[in-house]
C-alpha cells in the first residue's frame, strides 16, 4: 500500500502558475501509472492527467493546455505544472496510486 502526499497548492492570481507535488512511499514507484485528479467545490472528483510508467502522458480535454505531468523516479514523486490558471481551475488537486488516495491540496485562484 502506498502512502500518498500532495503539496504545492496555494492561492494564485489569474493568469498565475503552480507546480503539485506528489510524493508516494514504496517500492517500485517507477512501474507504475500515477495520477492527478481535481475537485472543485460542490462538484465530483474528476481524473486531470496520468503518466503511465513508460513516461507516456493523457490529460483530459478541459485542461490539457495547461497542465504537464512529469515525474521523477528517483525522489517518487510526481509533478504537475499548471500554467495560466484560472478562476475555475480552483479545486481541491488529490493524486491517486494504485488507487491509493493522499489528502490533497488546494487551489484557489483568485480573478
Known amino acids: 500500500q502506498w502512502q500518498v502526499m500532495e503539496s504545492g497548492g496555494g492561492v494564485v492570481q489569474a493568469g498565475g502558475f503552480l507546480r503539485l507535488s506528489c510524493t508516494a512511499s514504496?517500492?517500485?514507484?517507477?512501474?507504475?501509472?500515477v495520477s492527478w485528479y481535481r475537485q472543485p467545490p460542490g462538484k465530483q472528483r474528476e481524473l486531470a492527467a496520468t503518466?503511465?510508467?513508460?513516461?507516456?502522458?493523457y490529460y483530459t480535454d478541459s485542461p490539457k493546455r495547461r497542465l504537464t505531468i512529469s515525474r521523477d523516479t528517483a525522489k517518487n514523486t510526481v509533478y504537475l505544472q499548471m500554467n495560466g490558471l484560472k478562476p475555475e481551475d480552483t479545486a481541491g488537486y488529490y493524486c491517486?496510486?494504485?488507487?491509493?488516495w493522499g489528502q490533497g491540496t488546494q487551489v484557489h485562484v483568485s480573478s
Open positions: 514504496g517500492e517500485g514507484f517507477r512501474n507504475i501509472a
Open positions: 503518466i503511465f510508467k513508460s513516461g507516456t502522458t
Open positions: 491517486n496510486v494504485e488507487c491509493n
